[in-house]
């Protein structure tokens, strides 16, 4: 648990305190829909070295603390540079998106790093990380991240995104050894990639299942709850004061009863469920966070309002830290977050 007495909102929030206005950050706020971040992303040449270059990756995520005055911080980095830390090829393809070797059986499987190595590839996150924590003022929360362990495997046996994981859901049925090896090695990583994180610094840590929902039945527990169980547990014998947030996006049921089965603090969720039924079903079991849907970033207006004001007054009644319910989206108008912001703090 986190301390109750913080000046910073987004801990209280996760220390179970109920705040008359929540505190807010945003996925992927730092972003390509800010001519700021576009800017400083040419300068670095691609995406993957503005992750890898401290300095600028301390610029982009300080630019929309600077602009919109959000309570957290997120990182700037990807869930794949654990993938590339455990020895995958990582490219990025410019309009389409992630690109790696893929994972079809044992031998590719033999190639990968031993976990002991990762950090070599990822000293320059931690560095991040250092650097946020002495420019960030001093309300602002740092928050660290990782994929959690079935979407990075969605990514390393397809090799890209794809639209139903299907590949991956392949490999559970072909090779299940393998696919189980490949689930063991990414925990075991992300443990030791989000524990240093917090020794440098992150304040809060974050796990991304952004894909958990293609997970049905006795494979949601064994897949997306399990492995996220177990790196909490471990996370919390090496850091117990370190509050931790799970996202299993689009879980629908699955999110009843997450919080107790995983021992997460919070509990993000997406757009597909309601406030009111999160209310009803999620919140009860500890902090939520969530969950405007990023379209109104595109589209603003009065209906952005009245679903912002919404959402925080349904989910008033308990812990609440405002946010999308996925990622803003690069179309997205700066003057609507704005918005957004305005309207939360002023409902
Ligand atoms: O601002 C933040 O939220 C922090 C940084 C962050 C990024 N990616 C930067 C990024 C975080 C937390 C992520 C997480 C991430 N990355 C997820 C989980 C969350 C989600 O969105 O579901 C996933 C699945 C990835 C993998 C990934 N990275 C994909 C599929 C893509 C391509 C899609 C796209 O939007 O282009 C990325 C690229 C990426 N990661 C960008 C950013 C800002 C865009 C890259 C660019 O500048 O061209």
Redesign the pocket.
Same mark, same amino acid.
């Given at each position: 648990m986190a301390n109750p007495t913080s000046d910073k909102t987004i801990l209280r929030a996760l220390a179970g305190e109920e705040q008359a206005t929540p505190p807010i950050w #945003? #996925?992927?706020? *730092? $972003?390509?829909y800010l001519p700021e !971040?576009?800017a400083t &992303?040419a300068k670095a040449g691609? /995406?993957l070295s503005?992750?890898y270059n401290p300095e600028l990756a301390t610029e982009?995520?300080l630019q929309?603390i600077r602009r919109f005055g959000f309570d957290g911080a @997120?990182? /700037? *980095?990807? @869930?794949?540079l654990v993938p590339q830390a455990l020895g995958a090829d990582l490219w /990025?393809v410019?309009?389409? $998106?992630?690109r790696l070797s893929t994972i079809t059986g044992e031998a590719e499987l033999a190639q990968l790093r031993s976990v002991d190595d990762i950090h070599e590839t990822l000293s320059p996150i931690y560095q991040t990380v250092r650097n946020l924590r002495q420019e960030l003022p001093k309300e602002t929360t740092l928050i660290g /991240?990782a994929?959690a362990p079935w979407?990075v495997a969605t !990514?390393m046996i397809a090799g890209k $995104?794809t639209p139903d994981q299907g590949p991956a859901h392949a490999l559970k049925g072909t090779h299940p050894a393998v696919f189980d090896a490949l689930i063991e090695r990414i925990t075991e990583a992300t443990i030791e990639y989000l524990s240093a994180q917090i020794d440098a610094g992150a304040e809060v840590v974050?796990l =991304?299942d952004?894909?958990a929902g293609s997970l049905k039945g006795p494979d949601f527990q064994r897949y997306a709850l399990e492995p996220t169980r177990q790196i909490i547990a471990a996370l919390k014998l090496r850091h117990p004061e370190t509050p931790i947030i799970a =996202?299993p &996006?689009q879980a629908g049921d699955n999110y009843i009863g997450f919080h107790e089965a995983t021992g997460a603090d919070c509990v993000a969720v997406d757009d597909s469920v309601t406030a009111d039924w999160v209310a009803k079903h999620v919140q009860p079991g500890g902090c939520v966070q969530g969950n405007l849907a990023s379209r109104h970033m595109v589209t603003g207006g009065e209906e952005l309002v009245s679903e912002t004001q919404h959402i925080v007054r349904t989910l008033r009644g308990g812990p609440h830290i405002f946010n999308l319910g996925? $990622? @803003?989206?690069?179309d997205a108008d700066p003057a609507n977050v704005q918005l957004m912001i305005d309207t939360v703090r002023g409902a």
């Amino acid at each position: 648990m986190a301390n109750p007495t913080s000046d910073k909102t987004i801990l209280r929030a996760l220390a179970g305190e109920e705040q008359a206005t929540p505190p807010i950050w #945003m #996925m992927r706020q *730092a $972003g390509r829909y800010l001519p700021e !971040y576009k800017a400083t &992303r040419a300068k670095a040449g691609d /995406f993957l070295s503005l992750c890898y270059n401290p300095e600028l990756a301390t610029e982009v995520t300080l630019q929309p603390i600077r602009r919109f005055g959000f309570d957290g911080a @997120i990182l /700037f *980095a990807d @869930i794949l540079l654990v993938p590339q830390a455990l020895g995958a090829d990582l490219w /990025f393809v410019t309009g389409e $998106g992630p690109r790696l070797s893929t994972i079809t059986g044992e031998a590719e499987l033999a190639q990968l790093r031993s976990v002991d190595d990762i950090h070599e590839t990822l000293s320059p996150i931690y560095q991040t990380v250092r650097n946020l924590r002495q420019e960030l003022p001093k309300e602002t929360t740092l928050i660290g /991240f990782a994929g959690a362990p079935w979407t990075v495997a969605t !990514y390393m046996i397809a090799g890209k $995104g794809t639209p139903d994981q299907g590949p991956a859901h392949a490999l559970k049925g072909t090779h299940p050894a393998v696919f189980d090896a490949l689930i063991e090695r990414i925990t075991e990583a992300t443990i030791e990639y989000l524990s240093a994180q917090i020794d440098a610094g992150a304040e809060v840590v974050k796990l =991304f299942d952004s894909w958990a929902g293609s997970l049905k039945g006795p494979d949601f527990q064994r897949y997306a709850l399990e492995p996220t169980r177990q790196i909490i547990a471990a996370l919390k014998l090496r850091h117990p004061e370190t509050p931790i947030i799970a =996202f299993p &996006r689009q879980a629908g049921d699955n999110y009843i009863g997450f919080h107790e089965a995983t021992g997460a603090d919070c509990v993000a969720v997406d757009d597909s469920v309601t406030a009111d039924w999160v209310a009803k079903h999620v919140q009860p079991g500890g902090c939520v966070q969530g969950n405007l849907a990023s379209r109104h970033m595109v589209t603003g207006g009065e209906e952005l309002v009245s679903e912002t004001q919404h959402i925080v007054r349904t989910l008033r009644g308990g812990p609440h830290i405002f946010n999308l319910g996925h $990622g @803003i989206t690069p179309d997205a108008d700066p003057a609507n977050v704005q918005l957004m912001i305005d309207t939360v703090r002023g409902a």
